[in-house]
């Protein structure tokens, strides 16, 4: 008989992953496992929404394993030794899993090799992620594409994996210690947050019923966010409870025999799938991001240290409506729309002068749909330092994107109850007064902060250009 280690990561479903199924089909025995981090605080790079959703998950994945025969089994630690263990422990002779793209992942990924090659056991991996491998979409050259529009020209010309049949069936070896499914009290964590339900049945439903509804409507409504018409599967597919095969060939079917007007629609949403990957791949293949600048141009840019204003953007009291709403959803679910993502990461980096490292790291500690990637895409971008970034000179008015996407204050009077009773129209123009009683004036004048960071970006461009006149004339001589 042969026997066989799965090993659960970014993949917590039995529907459509890749290295289950290959498992199943390739031996008699699979022994599922989880690895549980065993880090005791709060840590830099997640937090209590995030947790309790992989809980779930982990719950979810446990009954539907048991339903075909399985048992997930769990450990904690790191994982290259958990898993050496539990290879001395079962005598399997291969392990499973679906590859990581970025940094931490690819290192485990190599330790994981080294440890198999030494005990002579044969380790497969398999994309699973993504749809594509970061080195599956370069350019004509073989480099990795930095601008989105050639990345998605690229992408869109790819045959697609096809998604893999059902698994039926699944034995585990019965005797294997596991550890019960936690909660956030394993991690001594807490939480007050209403999160989305979690697991693999309640992200089959999100999709079914946007693919449904609401689908036909993004392209026209997804930047409002008073009109909840986003998917809302970030964060299944950051935990893997759906694959983007699933999601993408979901959107190729309800694509079938609809009018001009939808097809337009599920392609906008499409597109967003692409972003995803364009930043994975990012990633992959300049992890430096995590810690500079995408862009070298503004390496000298001046970024202010101010953490009473920091702590009034986190809290949602800056007294820019828009911004307030956004953060105080944030605090309350781990969830922030899109459009909204961005106005407060504009408002934080260029009215606010803050770095966007800080809210990159606040977003991790809150966001149920928290990806290393995909939140440092978003936070370069807007700060204009990123991968095809928006212009420096783009700097996003809150009063203005109210007025466009916002315009009945549907969102703002959800998530700010103090102004529930204020004309909205007065959210879309800087207040010469209190819009409420118990509400801030605004922290800052957006038109001043506005003409402070353009000046700030073109003195670093400035700085930038001159440092590369003096490379090349000093590598001239």
């Not at 491998?133 to 690229?154: I, Q």
């Not at 609401?214 to 009109?227: D, L, V």
């Not at 934080?348 to 990637?373: C, I, N, P, S």
Request: glycine share 6%.
């Amino acid at each position: 008989m042969r026997r066989v280690i799965h090993w659960f990561r970014r993949d917590l479903r039995i529907t459509d992953n890749t290295a289950l199924w290959h498992a199943c089909n390739e031996s008699d025995e699979i022994i599922p496992v989880y690895i549980l981090s065993t880090w005791k605080k709060r840590h830099s790079w997640t937090g209590p929404n995030r947790q309790e959703f992989l809980c779930g998950c982990l719950e979810s994945l446990s009954r539907n394993l048991e339903a075909i025969g399985g048992r997930l089994i769990l450990r904690a630690g790191d994982p290259v030794q958990e898993l050496e263990k539990l290879i001395h422990e079962t005598h399997a002779d291969r392990i499973y899993f679906n590859r990581g793209t970025d940094p931490y992942s690819i290192e485990v990924q190599q330790q994981l090799e080294q440890v198999s090659e030494k005990l002579n056991i044969q380790t497969f991996s398999y994309k699973d992620t993504t749809i594509f491998d970061p080195n599956e979409v370069l350019t004509r050259e073989g480099h990795p594409f930095r601008v989105f529009t050639p990345y998605a020209r690229t992408w869109h010309q790819q045959e697609k994996p096809s998604i893999l049949p059902k698994i039926r069936t699944l034995q585990t070896l019965p005797p294997l210690f596991s550890l019960p499914v936690p909660t956030l009290d394993y991690w001594g964590l807490t939480s007050e947050s209403k999160i989305i339900e979690s697991g693999e049945k309640a992200a089959r439903k999100r999709l079914t019923d946007f693919l449904n509804g609401a689908i036909g409507a993004y392209r026209e409504k997804r930047n409002f966010p008073g009109e909840r018409v986003t998917s809302r599967l970030s964060q299944d597919l950051r935990f893997g409870t759906l694959s983007p095969r699933q999601v993408y060939f979901g959107c190729v079917e309800a694509s079938k025999e609809t009018s001009g007007t939808i097809r337009r629609s599920i392609d906008s949403y499409v597109n967003e799938l692409v972003w995803r990957e364009f930043y994975m791949q990012i990633l992959a293949h300049f992890p430096g991001v995590l810690d500079d600048d995408f862009s070298d141009q503004f390496f000298a840019l001046q970024w202010d240290e101010n953490d009473s204003a920091l702590k009034r953007w986190c809290d949602g009291v800056t007294g820019f409506p828009i911004v307030d709403a956004g953060m105080r959803e944030l605090n309350a679910t781990g969830f922030m729309p899109n459009r909204v993502r961005m106005i407060v990461a504009m408002f934080l980096t260029k009215d606010l002068h803050l770095h966007w490292r800080k809210g990159e790291r606040y977003f991790m500690q809150k966001l149920v749909d928290g990806d290393m990637a995909l939140n440092n895409g978003g936070w370069q971008w807007s700060a204009g330092t990123g991968a095809d970034a928006a212009p420096y000179f783009r700097i996003q008015n809150p009063w203005s994107q109210t007025k466009r996407y916002d315009p009945a204050g549907l969102y703002i009077k959800t998530w700010v109850p103090e102004l529930r009773e204020v004309d909205p129209i007065r959210f879309t123009q800087s207040p010469t007064a209190r819009l409420a009683k118990d509400y801030p004036m605004p922290i800052v004048d957006h038109a001043a902060e506005r003409l402070k960071t353009l000046e700030r970006f073109n003195r670093a461009r400035r700085g930038a250009v001159s440092v590369s006149v003096r490379a090349r004339r000093a590598a001239a001589m």
